[in-house]
């Protein structure tokens, strides 16, 4: 079986994996931010609206990257059936090869030319995204965090080279954007192969197995599947009606407050690709202290983060102008950071520790049933683009209750004052930002932050100390210190 999962060794991976993500922050500042100067809007929303769909062609491998990664996480990589592991993927290069096959043939009898390129676009990334997804998953499921943060790095600039150079070109059509983004699926496959060479390349296991091992791991992986396809499509779901609803340019405006949310979201992918390994090889005893430890951690970071907000305003009416609108929105959709946070980094990695995917895919579902119906709502009978707004972000604060709740329930702790104090936190800047002047609002929200932290100061010496011992001493295993903080929690 695996090596044991010590603190130093969390650490270690999740600095690595930090790195990794500080330098995607950085490339994504420059798409968020600069390609948006340099292009202009109509451009940026066919860009934009290639971005929204290939980022849903994860879920044609129907499953079997999330069965083998529930599977087989808890073996180091030495310890993998190879030739087994190697027939799921040829199994996946050989259906999102045929898939895009048909998609194309299809996008050929299109009339719009914009239309037929977006297609032809999005059906070439259903072959490199889940190639890159199946390289990713079987770094991080065998703890080779160094390697999978490597793999990041370079698809990532790979990415960003090419953009600056079209930038520096001053090319303003949105093809060959897309085509950079697919140019860095193609390093990051290249690197993956080499990477994971056994498991990609020689022969599989016959046939009949190969079918076997398949139905194993979509049985097992369906389920996670499409609880994660649900989670993402409450965000993508109000995004597409937007799309389909309102014109080009309003949805590049919405669409560039979604960018700018999501790098703040990207240092929770850093932590989550190291937690589901780590949370499936500790000892069950001491999940439910470090599901408080790590909630403890991050609601006052993303709490005050949201601060940056007024500042970043500031700075972006002066450096976009033509996107102002887009911080109205911005800051409708700010508070989603908190929620979905709490969601991608804690409550769906301990339900898949607990093997509770059904529970996952029931809450999901039923937010994005009435996600979608209150988007349908706000945008065709009502014609209001906040009201979409506004629902998303309730939908995602129900979404995140609901899942903690279960959580808390499994490992036996109850936070119902911690729900209302973030409830409150959410709808004060929210409202502040909505209806006081810019500073008005950020001087009322900073208020409310220094009662949180004044309310919460327990938790923040706690976080204060947990990082100190995480990232500078790493003697022990963080699992099995000061158990005394569970009461506190």
């Known amino acids: 079986m695996s090596n044991s999962i010590t603190g130093k060794k969390v650490a270690k991976n999740l600095i690595l994996s930090v790195t990794a993500q500080v330098i995607s922050i950085l490339i994504s500042f420059m798409l968020g931010f600069i390609v948006p100067k340099l292009i202009d809007q109509v451009q940026y929303s066919y860009w934009q609206t290639y971005l929204l769909y290939v980022g849903y062609v994860g879920i044609l491998h129907f499953g079997i990257l999330d069965g083998i990664v529930l599977r087989y996480s808890q073996f180091d990589y030495n310890e993998l059936d190879k030739p087994r592991i190697r027939s799921q993927f040829q199994v996946i290069l050989g259906l999102t090869s045929l898939i895009t096959f048909f998609c194309c043939l299809i996008a050929s009898f299109l009339s719009s030319t914009i239309t037929k390129e977006i297609v032809i676009l999005v059906a070439i990334g259903i072959v490199t995204k889940n190639i890159v997804g199946f390289n990713s998953y079987t770094l991080q499921m065998t703890n080779r965090i160094a390697k999978y943060s490597l793999l990041v790095i370079l698809q ?6 090419v953009v600056a150079i079209l930038l520096l070109c001053r090319v303003n059509n949105f093809y ?11 390093i990051a496959i290249v690197i993956g192969i080499i990477f994971n060479r056994e498991v990609c390349i020689g022969k599989g296991v016959p046939i009949k197995e190969c079918l076997k091992e398949c139905w194993l791991n979509i049985s097992a992986g369906s389920l996670l599947l499409v609880a994660n396809f649900t989670a993402n499509l409450l965000v993508g779901g109000s995004k597409m009606v937007i799309q389909w609803r309102w014109d080009e340019l309003v949805f590049g405006q919405v669409s560039f407050s979604f960018s ?12 989550s690709v190291v937690l589901f390994p780590s949370l499936k090889r500790m000892n069950s005893n001491d999940l439910p202290n470090m599901y408080m430890r790590i909630r403890n951690v991050i609601s006052p970071i993303l709490f005050f983060v949201m601060i940056v907000y007024f500042p970043g ?6 450096w976009l102008p033509n996107y102002s609108d887009s911080l109205i929105y911005l800051g409708i959709l700010l508070p989603i950071i908190i929620f979905s946070t709490k969601v991608n980094l804690l409550t769906n990695n301990y339900l898949k520790a607990y093997r509770k995917e059904k529970v996952m895919l029931v809450v999901n579902i039923v937010s994005v049933i009435i996600g979608m119906i209150m988007f349908a709502l706000g945008a065709y009978l009502l014609n209001n683009l906040n009201f979409v707004l506004y629902s998303l972000v309730f939908v995602i604060m129900l979404n995140s209750v609901a899942s903690e709740i279960i959580v808390t329930k499994i490992i036996n702790r109850s936070i119902v004052l911690d729900f209302i104090i973030e409830l409150v936190m959410t709808i004060i800047f929210i409202l502040s930002v909505q209806f ?26 706690f976080m204060l100390r947990d990082i100190k ?7 022990k295993s963080i699992y099995q210190e000061d158990n005394n903080i569970k009461e506190d929690s």
């Open 156 to 161: 990532r600039v790979s990415y960003a080279v």
């Open 176 to 186: 060959w954007y897309c085509i950079a983004d697919l140019i860095g699926d193609e």
């Open 260 to 271: 700018v949310s999501n790098i703040f979201l990207t240092f929770v992918t850093a932590v």
């Open 313 to 318: 305003c500031w700075i972006l009416e002066r």
């Open 436 to 461: 006081l002047s810019r500073w008005w609002a950020c001087l009322v929200y900073g208020c409310a932050l220094i009662a949180y932290f004044c309310i919460n100061y327990k938790k923040v010496i």
């Open 469 to 475: 011992k995480v990232f500078f001493k790493n003697k």
